[in-house]
T-cell receptor, first 114, second 112 residues
Framework: GALVYQYPRRTICKSGTSMRMECQAV??????VAWYRQSPQKTFELIAL?????????EQNFTQEKFPISHPNLSFSSMTVLNAYLEDRGLYLC??????????FGEGSRLIVV | GDSVIQMQGQVTLSENDFLFINCTYS??????LFWYVQYSGEGPQLLLQ?????NKGSSRGFEATYDKGTTSFHLQKTSVQEIDSAVYYC???????????FGTGTTVSVSP
């Protein structure tokens, strides 16, 4: 079946430093990868959508300069949170899917900023 | 703009109770509709999805009907169990889109 792995599961970083997180799709081709942030209140914010062979599309309030994303092949994507501050804390979720079908999610990378 | 509305933030039930979670959506065209479930400490898992208007999806005793007329996709289960305690998210992928738009989630707590 389709599986998505995310790592690290949890990172504690000092304010102003950066955190890189990775997303691996197993058992299917991840032509689309959507990165979300889940707030402590449990709501989902879409950060950006990456589709192979297309430009990465960032949502309002999220920029490539702050959240650079790489999607080099059909099984892997990474995202970095640069200069993390308190408002960046949350659970970062990777949702991967093929050809516009269902998105399968990993268990998330939790960012704690101190 | 596009949106998914879940009015109930929290639902508290006893085992074998009937579960009903309200979901309505707003978009143009014919979206694909989803229910995801998130257990504590895990990522969201797909529970069911329906692509065609007026069809019903079902999984693990849960079911939801894509009602184009009322733009709704309510989730229900006849008899909930304690293991169904989780946060349930209604989501939508607009026609031609790739990313999902999520509702705010409904926390379901089932006591034995």
């Amino acid at each position: 079946g389709a599986l998505v792995y995310q790592y690290p599961r949890r990172t504690i970083c000092k304010s102003g430093t950066s955190m890189r997180m990775e997303c691996q799709a197993v058992g299917f081709q991840a032509t689309s990868v959507a990165w979300y942030r889940q707030s402590p209140q449990k709501t989902f914010e879409l950060i950006a959508l990456s589709t192979v062979n297309s430009a990465i599309k960032y949502e309002q309030n999220f920029t490539q300069e702050k959240f650079p994303i790489s999607h080099p092949n059909l099984s892997f994507s990474s995202m970095t949170v640069l200069n993390a501050y308190l408002e960046d804390r949350g659970l970062y979720l990777c949702g991967a899917g093929s050809s516009g079908n269902t998105l399968y999610f990993g268990e998330g990378s939790r960012l704690i900023v101190v | 703009g596009d949106s998914v509305i879940q009015m109930q933030g929290q639902v508290t039930l006893s085992e074998n109770d009937f579960l009903f979670i309200n979901c309505t959506y707003s978009t143009t065209g014919y979206p694909t509709l989803f229910w995801y479930v998130q257990y504590s400490g895990e990522g969201p898992q797909l529970l069911l999805q329906v692509t065609t208007a007026n069809n019903k999806g079902s999984s693990r005793g849960f079911e939801a009907t894509y009602d184009k007329g009322t733009t709704s996709f309510h989730l229900q289960k006849t008899s909930v169990q304690e293991i169904d305690s989780a946060v349930y998210y209604c989501a939508m992928r607009r026609e031609g889109g790739r990313a999902l738009i999520f509702g705010t989630g409904t926390t379901v707590s089932v006591s034995p």
